[in-house]
Each structure stands twice: as C-alpha cells, then as structure tokens.
C-alpha cells in the first residue's frame, strides 16, 4: 500500500490530468446553414467553363432556329414554284381549249366534188372513197388528186372527182350544189373537217394532222 492509501503500481493513480479530445476532431461532418453560410466565389476556371457551356447553348438555339428558317423557306418557294407551275398550265390549256373550240367553229369543211366551169360541185362523198373507187373500177391519181371513175358512172366524158374545201365556217354543199367561195386547193393553217365532223387536219397552235386521201 502506498502513503496516500492506493496500492502500489496502480498508474490510474498519477496525478496528471487526463486530456479531452474535441468532438469536431473525431471526423464528424459539420452541417452549414444555407442561410447563414456564405457560398464561395466561383474559381477562373469556373467561370470560364460556365461561360463556355452558355456560348454552346446559345450557338446551339441559333443554329436551329436558322435551320427551321431555311426549311419554312424552302417549303414556301416550293408551294409558289408549284402554284405558278399549276397556274402556267391551267392557263395553257384554258388557251389550248378555246383556241380548238374558235378553231372547230371556223373550219373549213373538205367534201367531193367535181369540176364544173372552175366551180366545185358537191358529189356523193363515196366517189371519193379509195375502196369504192377501186371497187367500181376507178383510178386515182394521187399526184394529182383526181379520181377517175368509169364512164357508166357519169361520162361523158369520163367522169372525174377530187376533194374540195368550203370557206372557214361554212357548212359543205348537199350533193348537186356548190359555195360561193369553195376551192380545191386545201387551205394551210385552218382546221379541216369532213362530212363525218372528223377533223383532218389541225389548225390553231399550228398542229396539223392528216388522215384519208387529199385532193391538192
């Protein structure tokens, strides 16, 4: 036993004082209040790459918009491109359209006829028909235009037939009779009838067509 009552070797009996280690050093978290606690200034750094990414950001919007702007653009000229397109051939055809109906209304109207004095006298129109020719034994000079038909059909003297052509708007002659103004020289430029109302040649746009056998 010691002189103060302790037993010897006891080292909780040394009178030096124990020390106390703070609780924030025990790597504990500190908790910061929002509203008290001053933020830090953002670093150079920082503030350049949030600049950076603003810069982005802002070439990015304009780049888009740029993009819809060309494509609204390019749609709009094709709607006009196309409209224009559409009413250019409206318009051609509605000019196409009357030209061929002024044009059906002022033909001149090619019918057979024969040679009487210089004037043309309507015939049956089968004396210009190739196949009835050739059945009754006629001929026809395709240089020429003029058809020969035998004389038990209408000679003396030999009875001869080609295509003559009324006035433009003039209706043809019945058989036996003529029109003042008829020729037997096809007229160029005119639109042509037949005695069927078919059209053999086409005038208007300066288009023509031929069909069946032609007395000039």
């Known amino acids: 036993m010691s002189d103060n009552g302790r037993p010897q070797g006891d080292d909780s009996s040394s009178d030096e004082p124990t020390q106390q280690v703070p609780a924030d050093a025990q790597g504990s978290i500190r908790y910061q209040d929002p509203q008290s606690t001053t933020p830090r200034e953002p670093t150079l750094a920082e503030q350049k790459a949030r600049q950076m990414a603003e810069q982005r950001r802002a070439d990015a919007e304009r780049a888009e ?19 224009a397109t559409v009413g250019v051939v409206a318009l051609v055809a509605a000019m196409y359209t009357a030209s061929e109906v002024s044009a059906s209304a002022n033909a001149s109207q090619q019918f057979c006829a024969s040679d009487q004095g210089g004037q043309a006298v309507a015939a049956e129109p089968e004396k210009c028909d190739e196949n009835y020719v050739h059945n009754h034994g006629g001929y026809i000079d395709h240089s020429s ?25 003039t209706a043809p002659p019945s058989v036996g009779s003529t029109v003042s103004g008829s020729s037997f020289n096809k007229p160029s430029g005119t639109t042509i009838k037949d005695t069927k109302g078919s059209t053999i040649q086409r005038g208007g746009f300066g288009i023509s067509s031929k069909s069946g056998s032609s007395g000039s």
């Open 65 to 83: 918009q740029a993009a819809a702007a060309a494509k609204t653009a390019k749609r709009r000229k094709m709607m006009i491109g196309g409209g």
């Open 145 to 169: 235009g003029f058809i020969f038909m035998p004389m038990f059909l209408g000679g003396p003297p030999v009875p001869q037939y080609r295509y003559a052509y009324t006035p433009a708007g």
